[in-house]
């Protein structure tokens, strides 16, 4: 992995290979540039029939529809569901929450469970697309076990539309060997790559953190909509654009075989790349960027309704959150969970930074999602 | 007798025209419909009689651009690199190997394209041709991410569409007329210039305008091979759609495409019939 210029060995292939099937094809871009969600894993599928047929205490239905993120769940846990319950879960996975939300807008999306990011729960309540949970079928959600930063987006005007799932950062994963050393600053990342990181730095094809980082690096927030404001964070981009590498948020290729050295990153993946190559670390922009959480909800037209709410329960039990988070990676809000998982977990720097680190960050704001004119700075900046 | 075989074709004609109406004309009614409308503050479509999306299609102008060149010289690098297997394939190979060759050329053909462009981005990416150039001692040359990958990409895609119409109009080819040319004292190049090339003009036209117009609405090959830098009127719709969900605009820059397809079509169908015409002249002379 270190030197670019020797071309590459056979099994070098075949582990480059196996890492993107294993990381890429089910990636945000992929999901992103084939423009559907219809990447679907359909887990067991359209035959009821072969399913255990014992007694159950409640009929919940045989199917469950979720809508989610790439690499977010561990399918054994779908498995035990459909053992406990007899509701196959049918999974889903999405690029962007633009895109969730065009598809619900659009009708019929035929979810029962899906994974709003916080910022985007406003406009799901504001255009009626979701309802308040009846938190009586859900006893595994424990309000009082959730650290309520990760929590409070849920609840809007006192009712509970959603309970959280995952938390997480947007931050900078760098390949130290390339870069000299830790990258943490957006002024670094920005000025790098117009500078000796040139043609190496990825941006994500996502306008929430490519334009949010971009304004970060002028000192505005993360979620102004300020049009000045923008037009700054526009000019860096298009300014810097020729530069990169690409812009895209199938980022884990790139960097794995060493043509990127630098690129916007998401918790998860960051703490994917750095388990299989430590020479890529992962650290938070120091100026500031995004810190998130996603959440499960009930659109309002969900054809399974009990089913959801049974695999919301479920997937909220500490034990199944516990396994859930040891597959994907991605911290947890929960204490109970929490008090379940590896010391080594709970002390990594990436999953869980220092509570320092994570004061500079900001959560998405409603307005971003569908505000017209970061959609059209976004556009601008891909097109120039 | 008469009404029977009317009434016989009415039928036969009535799922395709069922099909169009329903798939084809009422899609593309809603989206004039749309194309007027306003965006609601969240997105989506609200109904309304506006030509504001209209008036900002010059916003999308670098995508436009964009497509409108590499469309065009996609289509001439495919032809150019067409032309001569095509020739190779319906007039040099013997008929024992020209079965297996064909076939070959469709293999491809059964492997998605997403899949295939995949493939590209290990060929040009830092440890594939690039790492390969560096051996024999051109350093630092970075292929992938670039127009030209794109330009690699939809050649490579969209090849087999311009060989086979060529190959097709090449079969046919009267040998024997380039017997007589021959015969007459005239050199290859001559024989190719007045007498293959012009009877494989509909092949090189059909093939063109195949090419031509699926290149139109490429989206995918700039997106994987273009690493999200190299954006056509394709890339412009979907984020439109998926993304910022302005349906209005994306339905407004839907039409101009269509529109500017239509032209191109209109263009290509005079230019064979003018050519159709030349040809009987020659027929007559």
Redesign the interface.
Known sequence: MKN?????SRTAFME?LRRYQKGSVTRR?FL????LGTAMAVMGGALPGLLPTRARAQDIGDRVVLATWPNYHDPANFDAFAQQTGALTQVNVFG?N??M??KI?AGGSGWDVFVPTNYAIP?YV??DLIEPLDLSKIPNYDAAAFDQRFATAGTIDGKVYAVPKNWGTTGIAFNSTKTGGIVDSWKTFFDGARDKFD?RVMVH?Y?LTTIGNALVYHGFSFNSVDPAELAEAEKLLIDV?PH?????SDYQ??MR???AWLTMCWTGDGKQMNVDMPEIGFALGKEGGEIWSDYYAIPKDAPHKDAAYALINYLLDPNVNATEALAHGYPVADSRTNALLPEALLNDPILYPAAGALDPLEFGAAVT??D?NR??V???F??? | MAMTQTRGRALLLTPAALWYAALLLLPLAVVLIFSFGE?T????YAPGFTLAQYANLP??M??FR?TLTLAPVGTLAALLIAYPLAYFLAVRVSVRWKTLLLVLVIVPFWTSI?IRSYAW??LL????L???L??IGF?DI?L??SPFAVLVGIVYGYLPLMVFPIYVALEKLDLRLLEAAADLGAPPWRSFVQITLPLSMPGVLTGSMLVFILLMGE??IP??LG???V?FVG??L?????????WPFGSAVAVALVVIMLITVAIYTRVVKRYAAGRDDVAMM
């Open positions: 670019d210029t020797t071309p590459i480059e871009h992103g540039v084939t423009g962007s633009e895109e939300l065009a807008q406009t504001m255009a043609g094809d306008q654009k990169l590498y690409a812009i895209s290729p790139a075989n060493g043509d999602l569908t017209p959609a059209e976004m556009a601008r891909k097109s120039a | 965006r503050p969240i997105g989506g916003a999308r670098a995508a964009n997403l981005i290990f990416g830092g440890k594939g690039p790492a390969l560096a051996s350093e970075r992938l991410n989206f995918l997106a994987i690493g999200g830098k954006f890339n412009a979907v984020d439109l759609f998926l993304q910022s969900r302005n």
